[in-house]
Structures are given as C-alpha cells and as structure tokens.
C-alpha cells in the first residue's frame, strides 16, 4: 500500500473513532439520565442535564482529536 493511501487510512478510520466517541458520550449520558430520571421520578430533568454532560464530552472528544491532528500535521506526521 502507498504511503499516501495508509495516511488516508488512518485519518478516516481515527475520524470514524472520533464520530463514535462524541454519538457514544451523548448516548451514555443520556441513558444514564433516563435511569436517573426513572429511578427518582424527575421526569425529564435529569435525562436533559445528562444529554448536555454527553454533548459537552462529546465535543471534549472531538476538540481533543482535531488538536491531535494539528500537531501531528505541524510535526509532519
């Protein structure tokens, strides 16, 4: 495989990870409150404070991945 098709490669496959990781955190954090929710009859105050927690960790994740490939691109790698 060429170089240039291996670099491609690995930036999709690290995209597809990061894309998963944000959908991922949203849907803990939202299951998370729905037990909550469930379990002490907030009905839908708890489940809404948790989906904001995911979304927040979600983008947490995606800043996290674009500032990994701009150094990584400043590096040359």
């Not at 839908?44 to 927040?56: D, K």
């Not at 991945?65 to 590096?75: G, V, Y």
């Amino acid at each position: 495989m060429k170089e240039e098709t291996r670099r491609y490669v690995r930036q999709l496959v690290r995209a597809s990870a990061v894309g998963f990781s944000v959908a991922f955190a949203i849907f803990i954090g939202v299951g998370i409150g729905f037990w909550l929710d469930t379990s002490f009859g907030t009905w839908p105050w708890l489940t809404v404070i948790f989906m904001i927690f995911g979304i927040i960790a979600g983008f947490r994740n995606y800043y996290r991945f674009a500032k990994r490939q701009q150094d990584e691109e400043r590096r040359g790698l």
